[in-house]
């Protein structure tokens, strides 16, 4: 009821009302079908913000530059077989069209590109694009619906806004590094970019709620989101414990700091990961492992007491899963109340049970590679398309179908283009 409150009964997508339409008869819909997203990003957070739109339904023009491209396009070994293009250029691209235009050159092409979209999302150095004439104070007065999202490293404001950002650098100035590795070793870096994907999700959200409000004002906005400040946000509990208790955060490993045990133990042939966030999921974790006793315990009867002594549990608890392999551990823990599981390999994650009952993995043509697997959304909806639809494009592969279709260029506004430099 609350939705049905906050929405008129037209939507606007880019400068046209259109009236609500009926799910259809014995289908689903993509719910972003129909909104045209101009993307001026590269690298990770960027690129996974507009894929994951891209998944919804929404038109994604992905511009990239003559000849150049996306700088993921070039990350590698690995590579595509029979490819210039990265393996890491498929991993946040698919379900977009490559543009390749000039921004120095080309902003005429952008200023008709953008009157045709609802959202542009960018990840350059503040300042960089309204030196070009493509910053937000320029394209509102062009496209004043557009919804305009700006992701960098520090954000518009502040003594650090013209600094480059990088996954690590954001994740070393906002704590995650001094959080991540084993207790008495050095910072560690966490396996993937995980800052640059929450501020992509971030994005990906903050445009969702822009396009709600847009539906009810008419208008666009500028959105700033940067790697930094989502961060910072990120730290969640590590923060709250900080600002509202003093306490000061260190490394744990795999280990909580708030709950034992929950943590990694090496078995005979790996590791597996358990915790018991309650009373009872300890009592049962020691059935299963067949020391009942210790659970009633003194030490160890409750989580404040099982905390206090860490180190005599865990060392118990060590020499217990360390006599068995993986694999008779997860058999013994089947049906167990706590949650557990092994520590995988990138082979043991393919070739689990329920990733490829779930089929999270699609299998797609390649044009040059033959076919190329892509992990699919992880979100499924119940009445609505959540999927991928295309593969990761090659360079300037659709400039002409954009631009023809799109704006209506013809034969000789092409060739000026090209001749010009200023597309691909």
Aim: aromatic share 8%; net charge neutral.
């Amino acid at each position: 009821m609350l939705l049905r409150r906050l929405l008129p009964t037209s939507l606007t997508i880019h400068g046209v009302r259109r009236a609500h339409s009926a799910p259809e008869t014995g289908g689903k819909q993509f719910p972003l079908e129909g909104i045209r997203i101009l993307d001026l990003t590269r690298i990770v957070a960027g690129p996974y913000c507009t894929m994951v739109l891209g998944d919804l339904g929404a038109e994604v023009y992905k511009i990239e530059r003559p000849y150049e491209g996306d700088e993921s396009r070039k990350w590698g070994p690995p590579f595509m077989r029979n490819s210039a293009d990265s393996v890491y250029f498929m991993a946040a691209n698919r379900n977009k069209k490559s543009v390749c235009i000039n921004l120095k050159t080309g902003r005429d092409v952008i200023y008709e590109l953008a009157k045709k979209c609802d959202v542009l999302v960018e990840n350059y150095v503040p300042g960089k694009l309204d030196s070009l004439g493509l910053g937000y104070e320029t394209l509102k007065t062009i496209a004043p619906s557009l919804v305009y999202c700006s992701i960098t490293g520090f954000g518009s404001e502040g003594p650090y806004k013209s600094k480059p950002g990088y996954d690590v650098i954001a994740a070393s100035m906002g704590g995650l590094l001094h959080i991540t590795g084993s207790e008495n070793g050095p910072p560690a870096k966490v396996g993937i970019a995980i800052t640059d994907i929450a501020t992509g999700l971030y994005a990906h959200g903050a445009i969702l709620a822009a396009l709600l409000q847009r539906y009810r004002t008419g208008r666009g906005q500028k959105i700033d989101v940067n790697l930094f400040s989502t961060q910072v946000a990120c730290l969640i509990n590590v923060a709250s414990n900080y600002l509202n208790a003093g306490k000061e955060a260190k490394r744990w490993g795999t280990a909580h700091e708030s709950i034992v045990p929950y943590e990694a133990f090496r078995t005979k042939t790996g590791y597996i990961t358990l915790g018991c966030g309650s009373d009872a999921q300890f009592v049962s974790l020691c059935r299963l492992l067949g020391v009942e006793s210790l659970a009633q315990d003194e030490r160890f009867a409750n989580n404040r007491s099982r905390v206090s002594h860490r180190k005599e549990l865990i060392a118990i608890l060590s020499e217990i899963l360390n006599g068995k392999t993986s694999s008779d551990w997860m058999e013994i823990f089947e049906n167990a109340s706590f949650p557990v599981g092994p520590i995988n390999s990138m082979k043991e994650v393919f070739e689990d049970r329920h990733v490829k009952d779930i089929g999270m993995v699609k299998t797609l043509p390649h044009p040059q590679a033959g076919e190329v697997k892509l992990v699919g959304p992880p979100v499924v909806y119940g009445e609505a398309r959540n999927e991928i639809t295309s593969i990761p494009p090659q360079l300037g592969q659709h400039t002409d179908e954009v631009l023809r279709t799109l704006l209506g260029y013809g034969d000789a506004e092409m060739e000026r283009l090209r001749k010009e430099q200023i597309v691909q």
